[in-house]
């Protein structure tokens, strides 16, 4: 187990295990997170994602130099939910991004997300506190659209990108997966492709048939999401995207935005380590539950089915919490 | 809710609705099955599974002919968890299959296992239950090679096909992923590129490793997993892939192999199952919960932190069960 201390004081080495035990589901990871929580918490943490081949990490990466021009402590974690036989082809993408290797106030780490407890969101929340109590000032977090997992970034990143290319028509596939509706910038990366204007076009219509449909947040005066065209391979528009990430920084510092959304976030993550205990829970009792031997056997001797069996097990099922006592603990130390 | 009847009578119509129901998550999804149940396990169940690009599709298509040829009763449900954007690729993918659509004994259907309770075994299970007490005599599950998919396919499956392709060095990705445990039937297609033979070669260097470390199965005398080339475009190889499967289903229907594999895979639908609706019932119960409340607004007011707060919370929580009766009913008809 990495050290608290070297953690704190920024280690990349003490980082980097610290990540590969919550990658690895390790129950250990658990008591370092309690202790570095208290030290997260300033970052702040940008999802981006899009599909396979958008070109996401050559975006990342570029957007490096720019967070690097201005001196802050950037962290990159990329999470690939696609199968270990792809595995040679997002070495490379990775590898592209340790050009910035030199450089000790880069750091970046991928995680394979298989079978994460709790799903992506709960171990990137975990990465980004271990990144954050690092001193790192920005988090990008970088993920596949997989499905879940553009959800999934919304409950822990404070901003979120959605990069598309032209010609794929990801604007209507977007409106229809509800994936535009927590998009705060969208990027029509290889933006020199034909129907880059149609695809920027599109998308802004999408977005403004959102806007006055009045779906705003709970915070007044609602961020108007913006639609931007890249060029990752050459920089095109990377200066651009930089500063319009920055504008929605600055946007959400105001009127206790990020004070909110943090809150909310915290109440999300809560849900999902209550969620992950109580499913240990329920499963070494399953494990140790007469009942539930009872009923193998008979699902065993064919005298019940799976279905019926699990019914009636449930139904008998009783749960109940006092809590003896609220421990107190202080919570932030900024 | 589809009516039971039409679909133990085989209506496309009801099955298609009643799959629909289980890809939504419906709750109504869990009764229906409960009637279906009884009528299911007759169906020989194959997995086929690998990356992206490797032309799982299009051996399926070819695969159908040959079933069909010997008028086997035939489903196939192609789960991919990939993104919305990619959306349009897939469903050409589909397309390609629906050129069956004027067999009514050919039934093809995709489910979108998006944040699927679970996971993808659960839903397919459920879907193969359908299937199974629609007729259907054998059911294909094909699923993307992403991370988590390729063990749950195995908790559904009775015969599981591996695909790969020339070049890409699968073989010593799926050893260390695990891969190769799983697979009864490994498949190099676009077997008319080069190193056609080295990936052959390779895989069955790997699988006479595995087979010589003594990881037999709890069935005596097991099966020796075979490499196979097919060229799926042109159907060069796909009768041989065709015979080999019905080698594995004699070889599983010989000394109740296969009956004993049913009893396994019941036994883990059953749990489940049981973590599902276990779930459900703390989900429930942390809605409601006092205490639960209390920890929200401390969370709110910073008093305490989330990681600690589900920790207590989790501690306090205590799980009995009474089994009052089982209700024992006849489970098969069959």
């Not at 130099?65 to 997002?90: H, L, N, Q, W, Y």
């Given at each position: 187990v990495p050290d608290v201390k070297e953690i704190l004081q920024g280690s990349q080495i003490a980082g980097a295990r610290a990540i590969r035990l919550i990658?690895?589901?390790?129950?250990?990871?658990?008591?370092?997170?309690k202790q570095l929580y208290p030290h997260s918490g300033n970052a702040f943490i940008i999802?981006?994602?899009?599909?396979?081949?958008?070109?996401?990490?050559?975006?990342?990466?570029?957007?490096?130099?720019?967070?690097?021009?201005?001196?802050?402590?950037?962290?990159?974690?990329?999470?690939?939910?696609?199968?270990?036989?792809?595995?040679?082809?997002?070495l490379g993408d990775r590898l592209r991004m340790q050009r910035h290797g030199a450089d000790e106030k880069v750091f970046i780490r991928s995680m394979a997300s298989r079978g994460q407890k709790g799903g992506l969101s709960r171990a990137t929340k975990d990465a980004a506190i271990v990144l954050s109590a690092m001193g790192?000032?920005?988090i990008i977090i970088e993920t596949v659209g997989a499905g879940q997992a553009e959800f999934d970034?919304?409950?822990?990143?404070?901003?979120?990108?959605?990069?598309?290319?032209?010609?794929t028509g990801d604007g209507i596939q977007a409106v229809k997966a509800g994936i535009l509706e927590i998009g705060d910038i969208f990027i029509v990366n290889k933006s020199d492709r034909t129907d880059a204007?149609?695809?920027?076009?599109?998308?802004?219509?999408?977005?403004?048939?959102?806007?006055?449909?009045g779906q705003e947040s709970h915070l007044s005066r609602p961020w108007t999401a913006r639609v931007l065209k890249t060029i990752a391979q050459n920089g095109t528009g990377v200066k651009e995207l930089f500063d319009t990430f920055l504008a929605h920084f600055d946007f959400m510092k105001q009127n206790g935005r990020?004070?909110?959304k943090k809150k909310h976030l915290e109440r999300l993550y809560f849900k999902s380590l209550l969620k992950d205990l109580a499913l240990e829970k329920i499963e070494l009792f399953v494990q140790e539950s007469m009942a539930f031997k009872e009923t193998l056997?008979?699902?065993?001797?064919?005298?019940?089915?799976?279905?019926?069996?699990?019914e009636n097990v449930t139904n008998d099922l009783k749960i109940t919490c006092n809590l003896k006592a609220i421990r107190n603990l202080k919570v932030r130390d900024n």
């Open positions: 990658d690895d589901n390790d129950p250990k990871a658990f008591s370092l997170l999802g981006i994602t899009g599909s396979p081949g958008v070109g996401k990490s050559t975006l990342i990466d570029a957007l490096i130099f720019e967070f690097r021009k201005r001196d802050f402590k950037i962290a990159v974690i990329a999470v690939d939910p696609t199968s270990p036989f792809s595995g040679g082809a997002i790192y000032e920005i970034i919304a409950a822990v990143a404070h901003s979120i990108g959605i990069v598309t290319i032209p010609g204007e149609a695809a920027v076009h599109e998308l802004k219509m999408m977005l403004s048939m959102r806007n006055s449909k990020l004070e909110l056997d008979q699902i065993e001797s064919g005298t019940i089915d799976p279905i019926t069996a699990a």
